[in-house]
């Protein structure tokens, strides 16, 4: 299966390696906190076209994801292990694709990976909970009161794997092959899925 370009006039990514948390917000109004290891941007005449994450999670907190089909984790649109199922002694990485509608908010505050690893760390501060909070003032916080950058209903989930003793498993998604931006133009997203279909199968 070969993923198809988003954007064939887009050759390369620039990558910037880090290890930062970053509080994201689900559906359930749950704050989720995870470690980024990896950010990475394509851009055409200084515009962002795609932005990547990569996450390492825990078991535990791939559980909690893969549970509530958070960053659009939803079952049907995973492919099968590549070779067999995640160990529980061994971390697990993402990698998450920002809504294309979102990129020009982002744009708009960084043009590179270090300048958008700033940037939304510093909206991660910004909107997680003083140690000081209560319980009840957790549960009270909605997801509109966080950053729709850090809301995990507009990150949409490419890859996940695992380096295992024996070799790395895992799988893709159906996002991995079909742009995101396609649901907002129904006249020509059946095109586009089927041909994603074609390539995901």
Same mark, same amino acid.
């Given at each position: 299966?070969?993923?198809?370009?988003?954007?064939?006039?887009?050759?390369?990514?620039?990558?910037?390696?880090?290890?930062?948390?970053?509080?994201?917000?689900?559906?359930?109004?749950?704050?989720?906190?995870?470690?980024?290891?990896?950010?990475?941007?394509?851009?055409?005449?200084?515009?962002?076209?795609?932005?990547?994450?990569?996450?390492?999670?825990? !078991?535990?907190?791939?559980?909690?994801?893969?549970?509530?089909?958070?960053?659009?984790?939803?079952?049907?649109?995973?492919? !099968?292990?590549?070779?067999?199922?995640?160990?529980?002694?061994?971390?697990?990485?993402?990698?998450?694709?920002?809504?294309?509608?979102?990129?020009?908010?982002?744009?708009?505050?960084?043009?590179? !990976?270090?300048?958008?690893?700033?940037?939304?760390?510093?909206?991660?501060?910004?909107?997680?909970? !003083?140690?000081?909070?209560?319980?009840?003032?957790?549960?009270?916080?909605?997801?509109?009161?966080?950053?729709?950058?850090?809301?995990?209903?507009?990150?949409?989930?490419?890859?996940?794997?695992?380096?295992?003793?024996?070799?790395?498993?895992?799988?893709?998604?159906?996002?991995?092959?079909?742009?995101?931006?396609?649901?907002?133009?129904?006249?020509?997203?059946?095109?586009?899925?089927?041909?994603?279909?074609?390539?995901?199968?």
């Amino acid at each position: 299966m070969k993923p198809l370009r988003w954007n064939k006039r887009i050759n390369s990514m620039d990558n910037y390696s880090l290890n930062c948390t970053l509080t994201f917000c689900n559906r359930t109004q749950a704050h989720l906190n995870l470690c980024i290891v990896n950010i990475a941007l394509t851009t055409q005449e200084d515009t962002i076209n795609e932005c990547h994450l990569t996450l390492q999670v825990n !078991p535990t907190s791939y559980q909690q994801i893969d549970t509530h089909a958070l960053f659009n984790l939803n079952p049907e649109f995973r492919s !099968p292990f590549s070779k067999g199922d995640f160990s529980p002694d061994h971390d697990i990485q993402l990698e998450i694709t920002l809504k294309p509608d979102l990129l020009p908010q982002l744009s708009e505050h960084a043009t590179t !990976p270090e300048a958008a690893a700033t940037y939304l760390a510093n909206l991660s501060q910004q909107t997680s909970l !003083p140690p000081t909070a209560s319980p009840s003032e957790a549960e009270t916080q909605s997801p509109s009161s966080f950053n729709p950058l850090l809301n995990t209903e507009n990150w949409f989930c490419l890859s996940v794997k695992q380096q295992q003793d024996s070799g790395e498993t895992g799988y893709t998604t159906f996002w991995n092959y079909v742009n995101p931006t396609i649901l907002n133009h129904p006249a020509t997203a059946s095109k586009h899925i089927s041909e994603g279909i074609t390539n995901f199968a």
